[in-house]
């Protein structure tokens, strides 16, 4: 009968091969900061670019921390993306229109809450499941907010010192 060579794993061994699968993803990300800054000599790190990356990046996470509690409830809305993007596109036109920035939240909120009624007559007036329905809103919205856009890709609005 032969006995089993191997050695069991010290939990001081156990603890770095966890520490390493929880640090692999910051490790991918430190990687591909460096690959970019490599092909690009330098300019993906200017700040005129991390300065866009970063005004991108804070609207999709205010939008993901607001969709956390509906998503915990089970209320799947897959027309979250269309939503948002119909929402500010009103809003920042109405912005660009009023130069207020006071009309332009409340033209936000208040489409916002159109929307949110929109989906909730037609999922109980067609008798079809909400998670069907927003997926289809999901295209129809951001559809909507493309034709509003006609030829422009963003929308800028100069309230007092503000850039918005």
């Known amino acids: 009968?032969?006995?089993?060579?191997?050695?069991?794993?010290?939990?001081?061994?156990?603890?770095?091969?966890?520490?390493?699968?929880?640090?692999?993803?910051?490790?991918?990300?430190?990687?591909?900061?460096?690959?970019?800054?490599?092909?690009?000599?330098?300019?993906?790190?200017?700040a005129r670019n991390i300065t866009n990356i970063i005004s991108q990046f804070i609207i999709t996470c205010l939008v993901a921390i607001g969709a956390v509690f509906p998503f915990s409830a089970g209320a799947l809305d897959m027309s979250l993306s269309g939503s948002m993007c119909l929402s500010a596109v009103s809003g920042a036109l109405a912005g660009v229109a009023t130069?207020?920035?006071?009309?332009?939240?409340?033209?936000?909120?208040?489409?916002?809450?159109?929307?949110?009624?929109?989906?909730?007559?037609?999922?109980?007036?067609?008798?079809?499941p909400v998670f069907i329905v927003t997926i289809v809103l999901s295209s129809v919205?951001?559809?909507?907010?493309?034709?509003?856009?006609?030829?422009?890709t963003t929308v800028s609005i100069q309230i007092g010192r503000a850039h918005v």
């Open 1 to 46: 009968m032969r006995k089993d060579t191997q050695k069991k794993p010290t939990q001081g061994q156990i603890r770095l091969r966890r520490t390493l699968i929880d640090l692999s993803p910051l490790f991918g990300l430190v990687l591909c900061v460096a690959v970019f800054a490599l092909l690009t000599g330098g300019d993906s790190l200017s």
């Open 99 to 128: 130069q207020n920035a006071v009309v332009m939240i409340v033209v936000t909120v208040a489409v916002s809450i159109l929307i949110a009624l929109l989906k909730g007559i037609v999922s109980a007036y067609l008798d079809l």
């Open 141 to 152: 919205l951001s559809a909507v907010a493309l034709f509003m856009m006609g030829n422009q």
